[in-house]
Nanobody, 122 residues
Framework: QVQLAESGGGLVQAGGSLRLSCVAS????????MAWYRQAPGKQRELVAA???????EYVDSVKGRFTISGEAADNSVFLQMSALRPEDTAVYYC????????????????WGRGTQVTVSP
């Protein structure tokens, strides 16, 4: 069973930085997309940043210029460098991978981590 292990969350003051990491428990046959989502209390989960196997990245407007996603498909890992953090960035951040687990298992699936809490104080 594929597991995604996130780390790097915590409490930081506004203006500070954090780096989130996510490592998969298996070596994927191939990965299409790696991403970070977040969910704040009372709000829907939203896409924060995504990385595709072609090297393209996309960000939600509110984090552009402050967050950077990077991925290492060969290592089945994805990172999110967060700078200039704001209180409104407070949320549980989830790692997401879409890929094919193995050559024997046909098709791609979605995989989610359990989340890591990021809290930004004023």
């Amino acid at each position: 069973q594929v597991q995604l292990a996130e780390s790097g969350g915590g409490l930081v003051q506004a203006g500070g930085s954090l780096r989130l990491s996510c490592v998969a428990s298996v070596r994927f046959f191939y990965i299409i997309t790696m991403a970070w989502y977040r969910q704040a209390p009372g709000k829907q989960r939203e896409l924060v940043a995504a990385w595709t196997s072609g090297g393209r990245t996309e960000y939600v407007d509110s984090v552009k210029g402050r967050f950077t996603i990077s991925g290492e498909a060969a290592d089945n890992s994805v990172f999110l460098q967060m700078s200039a953090l704001r209180p409104e960035d407070t949320a549980v951040y989830y790692c997401y991978i879409n890929g094919r687990e193995s050559e024997l298992k046909g098709g791609e699936d979605d995989y989610w981590g359990r989340g890591t809490q990021v809290t930004v104080s004023p």
